[in-house]
């Protein structure tokens, strides 16, 4: 049974860093495009970075966290990483690791991505 389980959620100050990991489990994902997204209360889940296969390990940021947040894979591990820096509240929200089907993001959001992690909780204070 596929499982994967997202950590490192936390309560940070707003300009301050924290590292998310995705674990995998259940089979090897690195054939397989990984991503990140997260939901905010009220809102829809939106799509965070995503990297491809691990072939060439593409990497896809959407705009309002391009320049802070990185993500990257570690195969031998099958886990996913993303690492946050410079923080802000609005980067408040439930942060969600998935595995998609395909080699590359194509840019069509959730619909891509065919196992959900349980989420974790990210609070960046002002």
């Known amino acids: 049974q596929v499982q994967l389980v997202e950590s490192g959620g936390g309560l940070v100050q707003a300009g301050g860093s924290l590292r998310l990991s995705c674990a995998a489990s259940?089979?090897?994902?690195?054939?397989?495009?990984m991503g990140w997204f997260r939901q905010a209360p009220g809102k829809e889940r939106e799509f965070v970075a995503a990297?491809?296969?691990?072939?060439?390990?593409?990497?896809y940021y959407a705009d309002s966290v391009k320049g802070r947040f990185t993500i990257s894979r570690d195969n031998a591990k099958n886990t996913a990483f993303l690492q946050m820096n410079n923080l802000k509240p609005e980067d408040t929200a439930v942060y969600y690791c998935?595995?998609?089907?395909?080699?590359?993001?194509?840019?069509?959001?959730?619909?891509?991505?065919?196992?959900w992690g349980q989420g974790t909780q990210v609070t960046v204070s002002s």
């Open positions: 998935a595995v998609s089907r395909r080699y590359y993001y194509s840019g069509s959001g959730d619909n891509e991505f065919a196992y």
């Open positions: 990297i491809s296969w691990s072939g060439d390990s593409v990497t």
């Open positions: 259940g089979r090897t994902f690195s054939n397989y495009c």
